[in-house]
């Protein structure tokens, strides 16, 4: 088992870079890059200084309720292409550590799954996580300011 990294889905992307609205139903606010911690939940790669980004407010799950987390990410405004779901870590994750949870198949955190871990042990860790069969996928998310970054999810092989 490997955990393999997940960027936002193609056409959420899509929707936003149309003018959908954001989680709280505002349409996505457009600023440039600066070049320094911009990065694009959809192509997972830093949006280059000078571009045009998109920021909106972001909820990775599929109904609403008490765990369902709503922050703010960016987005290349323009389309970029989403790489393939893959074992190797994103180009996004720049810090030296990010905040890791476990969810249950009702989109519930699994209490005691979150924690606070270095970049370079995230993947250990996720195949740690994935051993409790409670846990069906991760959240991968800022460890200083709580902002989703990928999903994690279990891939056979």
Do not use: W
């Amino acid at each position: 088992m490997s955990p393999h990294f997940h960027s936002i889905p193609t056409e959420d992307a899509a929707r936003y870079r149309a003018g959908a609205p954001d989680a709280y139903g505002s349409s996505p606010e457009r600023k440039i890059s600066d070049g320094n911690g911009n990065p694009c939940r959809h192509c997972l790669r830093q949006i280059p200084q000078g571009a045009e980004m998109l920021v909106l407010a972001y909820r990775p799950f599929t109904d609403l309720h008490p765990y369902a987390e709503t922050g703010p990410i960016f987005l290349c405004a323009d389309a970029c292409e989403a790489p393939a779901p893959s074992a190797d870590l994103p180009d996004i994750l720049t810090s030296e550590s990010y905040l890791l949870r476990g969810y249950d198949a009702e989109e519930r955190i699994v209490y005691g799954s979150g924690r606070v871990i270095s970049t370079e042990g995230l993947a250990a860790r996720a195949r740690a996580l994935f051993e409790d069969p409670r846990i069906a996928y991760l959240h991968l998310r800022s460890a200083s300011n709580n902002c989703f970054q990928v999903r994690v999810e279990r891939e056979e092989g």
